[in-house]
């Protein structure tokens, strides 16, 4: 559903600094927020910083950090960022929460979690009955713990409306631009990734990167296929046509392409799809059958459909929506 900042002078973005946290993904949240510009480079984020009681927080580096403000700035958040910390407890089938850090949240607060700060809204049950991710080393022990939840390790977030969670470590950046892209679009989140110099979008999901045997050398990939069909998108492309481009059967390509991307080709084909169509509904003027047709959804109403199913809306009112 897509979720637009509150009119007021600027969305604020609450970071909590737990003790053993990890200073890089501490960082991510400033500055991708701090990157999202609007149409006159005016910034559309304040990102401030905190720790449970205003002092010094241990990282899980060779260094601590000191943050000036408290956990009175909980109140004041309109996103609040979980970072990870090192999460190892003494008896490893139990885990005792910090403190009730979202007590404080006022209504509507929007709760994102990097890596393991996913263990931390679990915790507070916050995550109970909904789907979640966190970094795919912990997900089974997170499985163990919190069976109530929907873990899955094949994706690099997952966006449940008002709480995010995302996998390790650069996985942050990835929920952070698409945070922006949530909140104003595709324009405004491409130019933060710019700024940052990383890609707007990264294709699958964390699957391709858990350890496996190492294969075979000589054992071809699915990427130049890829590749081959994101160039071809306004087309019909069945699965025997794309396993042929790649040469191999059907059931080989399949299973390969899970592998490397986390996801199946047909819903990898219908992700690509929409991030086409929502690009072209922000930056051309061509009517919703034409956007839909070189989308490849062959129609207005599959692109509806499918456009609802990603965002919440109509393809109409997401142009009035991120048009400017």
């Known amino acids: 559903m897509v979720m637009m900042c509150e009119d007021r002078a600027m969305h604020r973005v609450v970071v909590l600094a737990l003790d053993h946290v990890f200073p890089f993904e501490l960082g991510i949240p400033a500055r991708v927020f701090g990157a999202a510009r609007g149409p006159a480079d005016e910034r559309l984020y304040e990102v401030i910083t905190c720790s449970l009681d205003g002092g010094p927080v241990t990282t899980a580096a060779d260094f601590a950090i000191a943050v000036e403000r408290g956990g009175a700035a909980l109140e004041t958040a309109d996103t609040l960022v979980i970072p990870p910390f090192a999460w190892e407890p003494a008896d490893k089938d139990a885990l005792e929460p910090p403190i009730d850090v979202f007590a404080a949240m006022r209504p509507g607060t929007r709760v994102v979690s990097i890596c393991t700060g996913a263990v931390l809204l679990a915790a507070a049950g916050l995550l109970d009955g909904r789907p979640a991710t966190t970094h795919w080393c912990e997900v089974e022990r997170c499985q163990r713990l919190f069976p109530q939840v929907k873990w899955d390790a094949n994706v690099l977030f997952v966006d449940d409306g008002e709480v995010l969670t995302s996998a390790g470590v650069a996985a942050g950046v990835d929920l952070c631009l698409h945070i922006v892209r949530r909140d104003h679009g595709s324009a405004v989140a491409n130019r933060a990734a ?24 000589s054992t071809a990939t699915t990427a130049a296929t890829r590749a081959w069909a994101l160039q071809r998108l306004e087309r ?9 481009h790649a040469r191999m059967s059907v059931r080989t390509f399949t299973r390969r392409f899970r592998q490397e991307v986390g996801m199946s080709p047909g819903d990898w084909l219908i992700g690509q799809r929409v991030e086409l169509a929502r690009h072209l509904l922000e930056a051309s003027d061509l009517p919703v059958d034409q956007v839909a047709h070189r989308a490849g959804f062959g129609s207005a109403d599959s692109l509806r459909q499918h456009l ?4 919440g809306v109509s393809p109409l009112a997401y142009r009035r929506t991120f048009r400017a």
């Open 194 to 217: 710019r700024r940052c110099v990383v890609p707007p979008w990264r294709d699958g999901g964390q699957a391709q990167y858990i350890e496996r045997p190492v294969p075979n050398p």
């Open 236 to 244: 019909p492309l069945p699965l025997t046509e794309l396993a042929g």
């Open 308 to 311: 609802h199913a990603a965002v």
